[in-house]
């Protein structure tokens, strides 16, 4: 924890809940309203997965807005600042939010259990990156883009000397810059989508991306000066190895992603990246009540003009909201953070948000016109494919399941009920059920948002930090066994 409040009497209590750009944004306009602002972060470092750093590593080539993330960073002196907490229930009524959350790595024997109660909450919690399963990509050696990139920017360590990026969607350039940079031989990027997608998505209105067009080329001219190829329309369809990664099968896809049958060639790699685009986190505004439209090809949290949810008091901004990028989660958390403290759109200090924002509203239409995910990526799935690799679940057993209630098919299969929750695997779950014909609806929908221990929950409104906690276990009866010692 840094910071302390600073406000004065009588001033708004805004929670935000993420310290990535649309969560710092949100806390600068908040503290400039004059509220008593509280920041939570799961991270153990603020920045969120694009100003993601190590402290000691000061290459900042892996890093854009570097000094905004400063400006942003310097002002939170005069907040409440929680790093590595985790929020695990949240609720708003009356006019009062209300969320409990644990402080602290989860495998700590000590964590801070925390009760905080606000006016107004800002949810910008941000979006998993999304990889579609594979025959193979259980092998290790194989990860998300994501956590590919987090490893270059955080520890500047590569996932393997020979690397594969594959999926779609701008993110995939970065990535492959940033393990470029920490010293990967990048054997190329496969972009799923065709030429006509990506020009239906990004040729029209050309003039909207203007502030984009910076970082494109500086990305092609990173892939230039490390000769790393750049395939559209391809993409790997099976992950080859014994023990651990030792190639992939890349293919040609058509336009619904379907491989184009004679056209497989194998890569020989140490490593894959894979990122086929983003997935909201939307527990925590879920369990708030906030509206959420859109359709299996994605969800997210419904907003007005303010940034205000359907629930009063609740304020969303940032990728839940669509995803959008930086720039327009700055401009929305900004204006959230704002209006949360009880500002109006008419304040000048709201010009420049509001003007990024109108700006950057086509981006996440655009970006699922020319990458969103096509049905026939599973067409390369085989039977026996994991797709739920927390409790190893494979296609033919989703599928043999598909028309029973989505409950029952969870609790038959296991799947999605492992360690992530259904948060790496829901996507592609949904998929298959769909296929078979069966309903894939509500398949993010959970009443505890993160694992919490029965010992936190007990110290719940003591003020108590919870010590010598051990995971629970199961007796030799199969009887589940806490031990537990709050303080």
């Keep these: 924890m840094t910071g302390a409040a600073a406000a004065g009497a009588g001033a708004r209590r805004v929670a935000i809940l993420g310290g990535g750009p649309a969560g710092l944004a949100a806390a600068q306009a908040a503290l ?15 920045g969120g ?57 989860a495998d700590a024997t000590s964590r801070t259990a925390l009760e905080i109660e606000a006016d107004a909450v800002v949810v910008a919690t941000g979006a998993h990156d999304l990889a579609l399963p594979v025959p193979g990509w259980t092998l290790p050696g194989v990860t998300t883009a994501g956590a590919a990139q987090a490893l270059a920017k955080r ?39 065709r030429i006509g997608g990506l020009a239906a998505g990004w040729l029209p209105r ?73 997935t909201p986190r939307l527990e925590v505004a879920i369990a708030l009540g906030a509206a959420i439209e859109g359709d299996r090809r994605g969800r997210f949290v419904v907003v007005d003009d ?46 420049g948000p509001l003007a990024v924002r109108r700006r950057m509203g086509a981006f996440a239409a655009r970006l699922e016109r020319a990458h969103g995910i096509r049905p026939g990526w599973t067409s390369w799935l085989a039977d ?3 797709i739920c690799r927390c409790e190893n679940v494979t296609r033919r057993t989703i599928a043999d399941r598909a028309d029973a209630p989505l409950r029952a098919m969870k609790l038959a299969t296991r799947a999605g009920l492992g360690a992530c929750q259904g948060r790496t695997c829901g996507r592609a779950v949904e998929a298959i059920v769909a296929e078979a014909g069966g309903s894939p609806e509500g398949f993010d929908r959970r009443p505890v948002l993160a694992p919490v221990r029965l010992g936190e ?20 009866a199969g009887t589940t066994v806490a031990a537990v010692d709050v303080q």
């Design 155 to 193: 520890d500047g360590v590569t996932v393997g000397r020979r690397t594969v990026v594959s999926g779609a969607g701008p993110f995939l350039l970065p990535v492959a810059q940033s393990l470029a940079i920490a010293g990967s031989e990048v054997v190329g990027v496969h972009e799923a989508s």
């Design 49 to 105: 997965q694009y100003w993601r750093h190590h402290e000691q590593l000061t290459d900042r080539r892996l890093q854009h807005g570097w000094a905004r993330f400063e400006r942003l960073k310097g002002v939170l002196d005069r907040a409440e600042v929680h790093t590595g907490a985790s929020v695990w229930s949240a609720e708003a009524s009356d006019g009062v939010v209300r969320l409990r959350a644990v402080v602290g790595p």
């Design 384 to 386: 026996d494919t994991v």
């Design 306 to 351: 303010t940034q205000r949810t359907s629930v009063s008091g609740v304020y969303a901004a940032g990728e839940i909201t669509g995803i959008g990028g930086a720039d327009a989660a700055l401009a929305e958390g900004a204006v959230a953070g704002f209006m949360a403290a009880g500002g109006s759109l008419d304040d000048d200090r709201m010009r």
């Design 457 to 476: 929950v007990a110290a719940l409104g003591r003020g108590s930090t919870v010590v010598d906690t051990e995971p629970a276990r199961c007796d030799d």
């Design 206 to 278: 050309p003039w909207q991306l203007a502030g984009k067009a910076g970082e494109l080329v500086e990305y092609v001219g990173a892939l230039a000066r490390h000769r790393i190829p750049y395939r559209i329309g391809s993409g790997v369809v099976r992950v080859l190895g014994t023990d651990r990664v030792e190639g992939v099968v890349i293919a040609a896809l058509d336009a619904d992603w379907r491989p184009v049958p004679g056209s497989e060639r194998e890569v020989a790699c140490d490593s894959v990246a894979l990122g086929h685009g983003f």
């Design 32 to 46: 400039a309203a004059g509220a008593e602002v509280t920041l939570l972060d799961e991270g153990g470092r603020l």
